[in-house]
């Protein structure tokens, strides 16, 4: 099992950066690829970021649009997502998740193991 902790949501205003992290305990962390998901009021829970064991693959939900970047350091067991030219519309409140094995999940029901979430909220 993993156990998961993300941090670094807050409020920003429209065009800032958040950096948000997922440290991860238990199990080693190189054997889960990380999935981040994002869930505002009265949405389904939407798909952001996933990136492999390794990190070397990464694959984004089509809104990003070269905003994010997901990235990971498995030597701190923790991932990573930087977040650029933010917008009210990604006001939600952010989750990591984790799930044994090479691939890369893009839905929330593939994953096991969420973390608490971390609010993001974007002034205009």
């Known amino acids: 099992q993993v156990q998961l902790v993300e941090s670094g949501g807050g409020l920003v205003q429209a065009g800032g950066s958040l950096r948000l992290s997922c440290a991860a305990s238990g199990r080693a962390f190189v054997n889960y690829a990380v999935g981040w998901f994002r869930q505002a009021p009265g949405k389904e829970r939407e798909y952001v970021a996933v990136t492999t064991r390794s990190g070397s693959s990464k694959s984004y939900g089509d809104f990003v649009k070269g905003r994010f970047t997901i990235s990971r350091d498995n030597a701190k067991s923790t991932a990573y997502l930087q977040m650029n030219n933010l917008s009210p519309d990604d006001t939600a409140v952010y989750y990591c998740?984790?799930?044994?094995?090479?691939?890369?999940?893009?839905?929330?029901?593939?994953?096991?193991?969420w973390g608490q979430g971390t609010q993001v909220t974007v002034s205009s």
């Open positions: 998740a984790a799930e044994d094995g090479r691939f890369m999940p893009v839905r929330p029901d593939y994953y096991t193991y």
